[in-house]
């Protein structure tokens, strides 16, 4: 099959980007960025709590961890629902033992069905973020944009209506976004997503609706890559963590301005009974280290900011 | 190379055993070359009927996204390294980079590092081509890595690895002399092209690291030890080998892999048996040295 002539024009070869989301700066020549006591390491762990209904649906694409078995799917549907009655759990005690903080991506459905659970990650301290309405709320061109604007606006709605808290912080299911996106996040007066990949630092993306700040929530370095997708072990894991906090702390020193680690956690992955021993380990070790700064995204959002 | 026919008779068939051993300057035994891919996707690039580039809707965005930290953050973070221990970078280089973050290529370029061509973009590929169109890419690849840095490049990797039957003879055409195409020796080999003279530079599938961590999923030290496993056994045969080291700053940049990472480069540089160098100066020496005694 030949080409369409066109293939070989290229509209947008130019300086800086393809798109007009955001704009290009290396990470090493921006003003240093100075965390709470001078510390090095900002670390921020990242919960998601979530909703799987035992009827997935497709569109616009199936989540990562959603059923997989013809229906009803009770292998998945109650794996899933393990992280929100156990798991989680076990994540807010070893959080409690090592004294940190930690942002809840927390799906509208979790503040409806278990409002306990909601009221207890409140009550310890931490922070909760939408991240949709549950795991059928996924996101990607070809959703229709009232839809999607909807979709927004309930998630944070039964937040607020759970907590008393409007969130400050958004989460994709899968980072997915549709080319709308950061606009209408930015339009709900949203401040912080959690999508974009691309950086190790917090930055503005620009839209049409105002600013909208990305903090980067590395995939790389999650639970589900490393441990569900990769396939290595939880110390394997552990071992990763601490090789990454060691570098980041150093190229601080050595570059100066404070770098960041995100950990994104899922109870139904790392809280099971031969995981979580690691995961305690490695917090207690992160905790224990005086160039640490455990935070929540918020935290870390308006530390870069001042 | 043959088109429409079963072999397609890129090269003669050379056994290992029994070849004359070589050996690289002062006597090393191996070769070795850093091939960092500077690259840049897309967000919304046309549609090529052969391939797909997205695997979502655009905006895939931890597709982008995750190819985007190279240009924000990691590159700096495994080009420093590389200088550190004395590896200078042959470039696999999106030429279109030189347009969209030129501050990226005068970094590779002031580092002395090579470039060659890895096509306009890594979401335009070659299937589809015809002779035209192919010939506009190498021009403009050529023209693009001139302006930019002075440098004539003199090899080539197809855009995502999407050729063409014409793609060799065109490149050797154009006096370009080495692919990093073709896989299937631990040595410099002639490839028959219609006219020029082209060889086949050893680049590597196997260690490169995206096949390291999303192919055999591997942890970063196991990465490390394949890495140096490599590197023992092919500086241990008599023959005069390559051992190429492909790279992805947004892969081997990232915080928990950059370390273990320094790690072999400390190590091959201990090694007095390596002669660390540039793909396009391997290609000059065996072109010179054996290619044409042979």
């Known amino acids: ?58 569109k616009p694409f199936r989540a990562p961890g959603h059923m997989q078995t013809a229906y009803p799917d009770y292998r998945h549907y109650t794996s899933r629902e393990y992280g929100s009655r156990v798991g989680v759990y076990r994540l807010l005690d070893a959080f409690a033992k090592a004294g940190v903080k930690a942002s809840f991506a927390t799906n509208a459905a979790i503040a409806e069905r278990y409002p306990s659970l909601v009221a207890d990650v409140v009550a310890a301290g931490h922070e909760i973020i939408a991240h949709s309405t549950d795991m059928n709320g996924t996101i990607a061109s070809g959703l229709p944009e009232d839809e999607e604007r909807a979709l927004i606006a309930k998630s944070f709605d039964a937040l607020e209506k759970a907590t008393g808290t409007r969130p400050r912080g958004w989460h994709s299911i899968a980072r997915s976004q549709s080319f709308a996106t950061p606009r209408l996040l930015a339009e709900a007066g949203v401040e912080y997503c959690c999508d974009w990949v691309n950086d190790e630092l917090p930055y503005v993306m620009t839209t049409e609706a105002g600013e909208l700040v990305n903090i980067p ?23 990763q963590m ?65 | 190379m043959r088109e429409g026919q079963a072999d397609p008779g890129l090269y003669d068939y050379t056994p290992y055993r029994g070849r004359k051993p070589f050996a690289w300057p002062d006597g090393k035994k191996v070769a070795v070359w850093v091939s960092p891919n500077l690259e840049f996707y897309e967000l919304d690039p046309p549609a090529n009927p052969h391939r797909k580039s997205w695997a979502k809707p655009h905006p895939d965005v931890v597709g982008y996204s995750h190819r985007d930290h190279a240009n924000r953050v990691s590159h700096w973070r495994m080009a420093d390294v590389m200088t550190k221990h004395g590896f200078p970078g042959s470039v696999s280089l999106s030429v279109a980079l030189c347009q969209h973050h030129p ?47 002075g440098q004539t490049i003199k090899g080539w990797l197809a855009p995502a690895l999407t050729h063409t039957p014409r793609t060799l003879d065109l490149i050797a055409e154009y006096g370009l002399t080495y692919t ?115």
């Open chain 1, 217 to 239: 929530l590395n995939h790389e370095l999650s639970d589900r890559q490393i441990i569900t997708v990769q396939q290595h072990s939880a110390d394997s894991y552990v071992e």
């Open chain 2, 180 to 294: 990093c195409d073709l896989y299937h020796d631990d040595q410099p080999m002639p490839v028959n092209t219609a006219s020029g003279r082209l060889i086949s530079m050893p680049y590597s599938l196997e260690v490169n690291d995206h096949y390291g961590f999303f192919v055999y999923n591997m942890s970063p030290r196991e990465y490390a030890d394949t890495l140096i496993r490599q590197y023992e056994r092919l500086a241990a045969e008599p023959s005069g080998t390559v051992m190429c080291i492909p790279l992805h700053s947004y892969l081997i940049g990232q915080p928990h892999r950059i370390g273990p990472f320094e790690e072999v480069l400390r190590h091959i540089a201990a090694d007095d048996r390596a002669w660390i160098t540039r793909s396009g100066d391997i290609a000059d020496h065996w072109i010179k040295t054996v290619g044409d005694a042979a």
């Open chain 2, 103 to 149: 501050r990226v290529v005068e970094d590779a370029n002031q580092r002395g590092w090579e470039f060659f061509s890895h096509g306009i973009y890594n979401t335009r590929y070659s299937y589809g081509m015809d002779e035209a169109h192919e010939r506009a890419i190498i021009e403009d690849s050529i023209r693009t890595v001139r302006d930019a840095t």
């Open chain 1, 242 to 306: 601490l090789d990454a906090a060691d570098w980041l702390t150093a190229e601080a020193a050595r570059e100066g301005g404070g770098r960041m680690l995100p950990l994104q956690l899922t109870p139904y992955i790392m809280a099971l009974p031969y995981r979580i021993g690691s995961l305690e380990t490695l917090l207690e070790t992160l905790a224990a280290r005086p160039d640490v700064w455990f935070a929540t995204g918020s935290e870390i959002m308006d530390s870069w900011k001042a």
């Open chain 1, 1 to 58: 099959m030949s080409l369409d002539p066109t293939y070989l024009e290229y509209p947008r070869r130019r300086e800086g980007y393809d798109h007009d989301l955001y704009t290009w700066s290396p990470m090493r020549e921006r003003p240093p960025v100075a965390w709470p006591g001078g510390k090095a390491l900002a670390v921020w762990p990242v919960v998601s709590l979530e909703w799987f209904p035992i009827i997935p649906t497709d």
